[in-house]
């Protein structure tokens, strides 16, 4: 039972485009929305996260839109490079041990 | 600190033979977790400790065994394993302590097949 939905599966942008990834949550107890990216042969690393608390946060290039109304939570790259190319893992917490609940994941290429 | 460890890296296991994944992490973490990962898939959790001497099952834990006799260890235990353990296998750990950090560390991953 899929209770992170992650959109879309895979994407291709262009060198300082923007890159947006988005997830659905069906769980209204979730309380802590991770970003994980991936790069190939490497274990998944936290990129950021957010609290439904706030609507927004920014790290440098990185931002995490949060639509609490509508259970929604997006990934927005600005200025997309080439460095950028991974898989990128939505999350949500569901308390209990600190679990966490995948998404999908989404394969991003940044094209020169 | 080297994080979280895992080993083997690479692993070729015929039908019905058992097998441990390794994992050993040294941040002091009281939480630790096994997943899986499957190609589009995303992560499985399959089983997961709170602290040494507990172990509760994740979403996935049909044929898989684990322990956690130290803070610093969590093996995987596979039993006779089946080609649908074709994977890669993860191992993460995180600190709960107050409103701290929620943060999973990730190992760089164990890739099993069985053929």
């Known amino acids: 039972q899929q209770q992170v939905k992650q959109s879309p599966q895979s994407l291709i942008v262009q060198k300082g485009g923007i890159s947006i990834i988005n997830c659905a949550y069906e769980?209204?107890?979730?309380?802590?929305f991770p970003w994980y990216q991936q790069f190939p042969g490497k274990g998944p690393a936290l990129l950021i996260a957010?609290?439904?608390?706030?609507s927004e946060k920014k790290e440098g290039r990185f931002t995490i839109s949060f639509n609490k109304s509508a259970k929604q939570f997006s990934l927005h790259i600005m200025d997309s490079q080439p460095g950028d190319s991974a898989t990128y893992f939505c999350?949500?917490?569901?308390?209990?041990?600190?679990?966490?609940?995948f998404g999908t994941g989404t394969q991003l290429k940044v094209e020169l | 600190n080297a994080g979280v460890t895992q080993t083997p890296k690479f692993r070729i296991l015929k039908i019905g033979q058992s097998m441990t994944l390794q994992c050993t992490q040294d941040?002091?973490?009281?939480?630790m977790y096994w997943y899986r990962q499957d190609p589009g898939m995303g992560l499985k959790l399959i089983y997961y400790?709170?602290?040494?001497?507990?172990?509760d099952k994740g979403e996935v834990p049909n044929g898989y065994n684990v322990s956690r006799s130290t803070t610093e260890d969590f093996p995987l235990r596979l039993e006779l394993a089946a080609p649908s353990q074709t994977s890669v296998y993860f191992c993460?750990?995180?600190?709960?302590?107050?409103?701290?950090?929620?943060?999973?560390?990730f190992g760089p991953g164990t890739r099993l097949t069985v053929t």
């Open positions: 993460a750990s995180s600190y709960r302590g107050g409103t701290g950090s929620l943060e999973q560390y």
């Open positions: 769980n209204t107890a979730f309380d802590y």
């Open positions: 957010i609290r439904p608390d706030v």
């Open positions: 999350a949500s917490y569901t308390g209990g041990g600190n679990k966490l609940t």
């Open positions: 941040m002091n973490h009281n939480y």
């Open positions: 400790s709170v602290g040494a001497g507990i172990t």
